[in-house]
């Protein structure tokens, strides 16, 4: 069992940064792929980015490539999402996701722990 927390979103204009993190529970952690996705309203949830167990790598979804950073720190159970140069679009609620295999999953179903989330909103 893994029980994720999320923090970090809030209010930021476009062209701003965050940085979102994920503290998780318990002595599996880094047992577990780990995956960001987001929801908009009226949206279904999106793939956003996903580190293998040891951090040795990451893959993205192409609309935040190069602007978006995923990292963990097994050390502390959490896991990280840095966020620059935000646009509008990325409004959304934010989740942090936990994979029991360590291949790159984009659809939700391929995750088996879920936080509730954190909203990120981008002014124009």
């Known amino acids: 069992q893994v029980q994720l927390v999320e923090s970090g979103g809030g209010l930021v204009q476009a062209g701003g940064s965050l940085r979102l993190s994920c503290a998780a529970s318990?002595?599996?952690?880094?047992?577990?792929?780990m995956g960001w996705f987001r929801q908009a309203p009226g949206k279904e949830r999106e793939f956003v980015a996903h580190?293998?167990?040891?951090?040795?790598?990451?893959y993205y979804t192409n609309s935040v490539k190069g602007r978006f950073t995923i990292s963990r720190d097994n050390a502390r159970n959490t896991v990280g999402l840095q966020m620059n140069s935000l646009k509008p679009e990325d409004t959304a609620v934010y989740y942090c996701?936990?994979?029991?295999?360590?291949?790159?999953?984009?659809?939700?179903?391929?995750?088996?722990?879920w936080g509730q989330g954190t909203q990120v909103t981008v002014s124009s």
């Open positions: 996701a936990a994979n029991p295999t360590n291949t790159v999953a984009v659809a939700p179903r391929g995750y088996k722990f």
């Open positions: 318990g002595r599996t952690f880094s047992y577990y792929a």
């Open positions: 580190i293998t167990t040891s951090g040795d790598s990451t």
